[in-house]
């Protein structure tokens, strides 16, 4: 028996050799691909390519194999984009070609091809471009939404109140914050901070966020079909997931109870509407698993990014009070203590924006952008990519050009600041990816870093339970993202 096992074990390496073989004769026959380690049978590079610290694995390999390189991840290649002019090629000149999704496994075992974040087909365009209609009718980047962001500010305000000066981890109420506003476009309503319900879902999607960048989530990007086969931590994902879907259905029930066609409340009311308009269509997109997992994907989209961002944001304030004294007396001097900060604010607060772009820039929250893939067959840069292939644009290595940010590796406004104080745009900003693949939310974001921002440090000085020297803004864990130590603060007020 014990032979029998061997000679199996034996037999199924000679079969993927054979696969991958096979694989590169058809890739071979056509062009050289981009250069790069070699792989090993099944394993890939693993040995080259750390799951614990991807981005800084890839950035290394790309100093050995040029700006444009393979690896392997499991036995899959993976063509990686290094430095601002090839992300910038690929991405923006050359768009349409790069503009697929990439092989993303725990996302395409979670939407199963649905919503518009992990999505790869036709029904991705038509749903994509519905979204984004439907966001911007519901007054995302308009004045509307702006007024949503203040009136949120406002119940923020009135927790941050509630802590009295006391030691607390802010993860969760940011959350909720950043949540609601998402919330009342989607579902039409926000939620209360001590609603056990809605809490428990902050904690999900903080899980999926810290699963999917952990060792196990990397490691389930290489080698899905052998770990879907097994326990162990990354199976707790989908049950994460399933929980948040299973909070939109409820929602979408009630929604579907009370529909008005003629005058939609929210996002899932266009979508419904929408369903009814195609009931007819046997190849429609939009039915209700996927809406589903579009309001899914918008749900956790708009949540743990913003409130991630801006938890990372408050540790780097904590780490340099002298950056959070000089944006509160720009505060001060622009919109005083007397109205709420707006948006209006941004283009006579040169440090502030400088100081929020600087936060995006720093923690580079999404390093390796969510994966891409060619639409056919091309030549980029005298190397062959074939159709399907995955592509991994490092956008760390776009934030971090020493070039055009001296000391990367150093948080500094200065960044962003020309000579005279005045504000400095930069093209290799570019935190939410590019192209056509961007980020649907990213005026959103933006609008809502700046002014939670300048409202909690209007009215609080944040600081920290710890000296400031003792404080670590090294990220716990590096995956698909970066996210921040653990750490408490008081918000004194002002």
Not at 294 to 308: H, M, V, Y
Not at 339 to 348: F, I, Y
């Amino acid at each position: 028996m014990e032979l029998l096992g061997a000679a199996t074990v034996v037999l199924l390496v000679c079969v993927v050799c054979l696969l991958n073989f096979a694989r590169w004769k058809i890739r071979s026959g056509k062009g050289k691909m981009p250069p790069g380690p070699a792989p090993l049978p099944i394993l890939g590079n693993l040995l080259q390519v750390k799951p614990k610290d991807l981005a800084k694995t890839l950035e290394k390999l790309s100093e050995e194999y040029g700006p444009v390189f393979t690896v392997h991840l499991g036995s899959d290649p993976v063509v990686v984009l290094c430095g601002h002019d090839v992300v910038k090629e690929a991405l923006i000149d050359r768009g349409d070609e790069f503009a697929a999704r990439g092989r993303m496994p725990l996302g395409d075992r979670a939407n199963e091809g649905l919503g518009i974040i992990f999505s790869n087909n036709e029904g991705w365009l038509h749903v994509r471009r519905f979204t984004l209609t439907t966001l911007r009718n519901f007054g995302m980047g308009k004045r509307s939404i702006e007024e949503r962001i203040q009136e949120e500010a406002e119940h923020l305000l009135e927790e941050l109140r509630k802590t009295k000066k006391m030691p607390f981890d802010p993860t969760f109420m940011l959350s909720c914050t950043v949540s609601n506003v998402i919330c009342s476009v989607i579902f039409g309503k926000r939620y209360d901070y001590k609603d056990k319900k809605f809490l428990s879902l902050m904690n999900n999607m903080n899980n999926i966020f810290e699963m999917l960048s952990s060792r196990w989530g990397q490691l389930y990007q290489m080698f899905p079909e052998i770990l879907d086969y097994f326990p162990g931590p990354h199976n707790r994902i989908f049950k994460e997931v399933d929980a948040v879907k299973a909070f939109v259905a409820e929602e979408v029930k009630t929604h579907q109870a009370y529909l008005d066609p003629s005058s939609p409340q929210d996002f899932i009311d266009c979508f419904l509407s929408k369903m009814q308009e195609e009931k007819d269509n046997p190849n429609s997109s939009f039915h209700l698993k996927n809406l589903i997992t579009t309001a899914f994907d918008l749900f956790t989209g708009g949540t743990e990014t913003t409130s991630t961002t801006l938890r990372y944001g408050f540790l780097l304030l904590l780490k340099y009070p002298q950056i959070q004294e000089k944006v509160q007396e720009e505060i001060d001097r622009v919109v005083g203590r007397s109205r709420r900060p707006c948006v209006a604010d941004r283009t006579q607060m040169p440090y502030t924006d400088a100081v929020a772009h600087e936060i995006q820039r720093f923690i580079t929250l999404i390093p390796l952008s969510i994966p891409h893939a060619v639409t056919k067959d091309i030549y980029f840069r005298e190397h062959f990519i074939p159709k399907g292939t995955t592509i991994f644009p490092v956008l760390s290595s776009v934030l971090y050009n020493s070039k055009e940010f001296p000391n990367p590796h150093e948080f500094n406004p200065g960044h962003f600041l020309n000579e005279n104080g005045t504000f400095r745009k930069s093209e290799l900003f570019m935190p939410f990816s590019a192209g056509k693949r961007i980020c649907p939310g990213e005026g959103l974001a933006r609008m809502e870093i700046f002014l939670f921002l300048t409202t909690i440090l209007q009215n609080f000085t944040l600081k920290a339970v710890l000296k400031p020297e003792e404080l670590s803004i090294t990220p716990t864990l590096s995956g698909l993202g970066n996210v921040p130590p653990f750490y408490q603060l008081c918000a004194l007020p002002r």
